[in-house]
Structure formats: structure tokens, C-alpha cells
């Protein structure tokens, strides 16, 4: 059974899966990490791999970049292959002025100018956000790496180029950081009743240009997917 986009046999993916934006990041993560990691998707070469991790069964696939992108991964993986979790690990952009490259930022929730959620016709404006024993689980494993971490609002934005300097607003908002993808993983986790959180380091600050060094960014990745990780074995 394929989906459109995704060609793997149901109970191809386990139960929590990893996903980073990249597809050679997932590549890189399933063959750093994880125990006899085989290959069970490629189309349009938006790799997945399902291994084990400590004994327990992962999975890790890419997103693509964006809501659009995301949306349709994590709803066919929730909807069509029985995952249950979902732990987006990705960047962010700092907006709040006290976070630095490298730190780690746990999404509680995300606003966002996608209009994703209009699919649903709600009466009002839906709230998107993490699952709290994800979040608790994932929060207590940053701290036990000794790495700097926040939780809190994001910024979901449809644009990475922004003709509008609308940044200093959602920081009036007190939001953390901005990335491409949270909101529409945690409104389609939110319909389908299932569990999604969003791990993110943060690559650059758009307000001073500071962004990391290859070398700070492989360091700060490597303690966002081992927190990621750790999150998905205790599950
Ligand atoms: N904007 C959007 N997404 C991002 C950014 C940013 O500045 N940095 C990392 N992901």
C-alpha cells in the first residue's frame, strides 16, 4: 500500500518518527544512529529509514521544507502508516534577543501566517500545539545534555524571504524563533489525534546576521537529534 507520495508497506514506519527538513539528514541520522537502519522510502528522494534505537523501533524521515511540504508527510505517516509520534528537528531563526546559535528551542505552540487551518472551517482561531509528554519528555533530556533550552511560542512562516519586516512584531508577542513547518504538524497531530513536537536549533539571527559555522551547526545538530532520540526510546 503506497500513498502518492510515499512508497513503503503499512508497518514499514514505527511508531515515533524523527523528522528532520533534509533528506540527507535523515540519510545521516539513520546511519549515525540508528541499529540496522533500512530504507523504506526514496520518492522524490525524501529518504526514510526505520531502525532501532536502544532496543526500540524509529523511524526518521525528511519533511521537505514548509507547510505545504509537511502538511502531506506527517498526514499520510499519522493517517496511512500508524505513527503515532511525530519529532520534528529542524532550524530556526532567533527572534527573541537573549537566544544564540546554537541554543535549542522546544515549540509549545506556534502561530503562523499559513492559512493551513482553514481546511477546517472553525468558528474561531485553533491554537497549535505540542503534545505535553513529548515536550516534558524531550525537555528533560536537554537538560540531562547540559544544553542550553527554551520552550515557547515559534513563528511558522510561509515566506524565508520576507518583503515585510514583520519580525519585530511577533517578537512583541514574546515568540521565540521562526522556522517553516510546526504549525501544520501540530494541526494535522491535532486532528488526527495523535502526538507531534518540534525540536529546533537555532541557525541564525536575522535581526543582528549572526549564523553558526559549519562546525557550531554539525555540534548544536548533533545534540538536537540525540535529544530527539532519547525522546523517541522513552516512548
Ligand atoms: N526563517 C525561516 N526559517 C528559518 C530561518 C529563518 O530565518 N532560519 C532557520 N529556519
Not at 511577533?170 to 491535532?190: P, T
Not at 502526538?195 to 538536537?224: H, K, N, V, W, Y
Request: charged content about 20%; glycine content about 8%; proline content about 4%.
Amino acid at each position: 500500500m503506497a500513498t502518492p507520495h510515499i512508497q513503503a508497506e503499512k508497518g514499514d514506519f514505527a511508531r515515533t518518527v524523527l523528522m528532520p527538513g533534509d533528506p540527507l539528514r535523515a540519510k545521516f541520522i539513520a546511519e549515525t544512529y540508528l541499529d540496522t537502519p533500512r530504507q523504506v522510502n526514496a520518492v522524490r528522494g525524501m529518504y526514510g529509514y526505520t531502525g532501532t534505537y536502544h532496543g526500540k523501533p524509529v523511524s526518521v524521515m525528511a519533511s521537505g521544507m514548509g507547510v505545504p511540504s509537511i502538511g502531506i508527510y506527517s498526514y499520510e505517516l499519522f493517517r496511512f502508516y500508524g505513527v503515532e509520534n511525530i519529532l520534528r528537528i529542524g532550524t530556526a531563526g532567533a527572534i527573541a534577543d537573549d537566544l544564540s546559535v546554537g541554543d535549542v528551542v522546544l515549540a509549545m505552540s506556534a502561530a503562523t501566517n499559513s492559512n493551513y487551518a482553514a481546511q477546517y472551517r472553525l468558528p474561531g482561531t485553533p491554537a497549535p500545539t505540542a503534545d505535553f509528554t513529548l515536550l516534558q519528555t524531550a525537555y528533560q533530556a536537554a537538560v540531562s545534555f547540559r544544553q542550553t533550552v527554551r520552550v515557547g511560542s515559534v513563528f511558522t512562516s510561509d515566506t524565508f524571504y520576507d518583503d515585510a519586516d514583520s519580525l519585530r512584531d511577533w517578537q512583541k508577542m514574546g515568540v521565540l524563533a521562526i522556522e517553516m513547518e510546526c504549525a501544520a504538524l501540530y494541526l494535522n497531530a491535532a486532528r488526527l489525534g495523535k502526538r507531534a513536537l518540534t525540536i529546533c536549533t537555532i541557525s541564525d539571527c536575522p535581526f543582528t546576521g549572526e549564523s553558526s559555522s559549519a562546525a557550531e551547526r554539525q555540534e548544536s545538530f548533533r545534540t538536537m537529534m540525540e535529544i530527539g532520540l532519547q525522546t523517541a526510546a522513552s516512548l
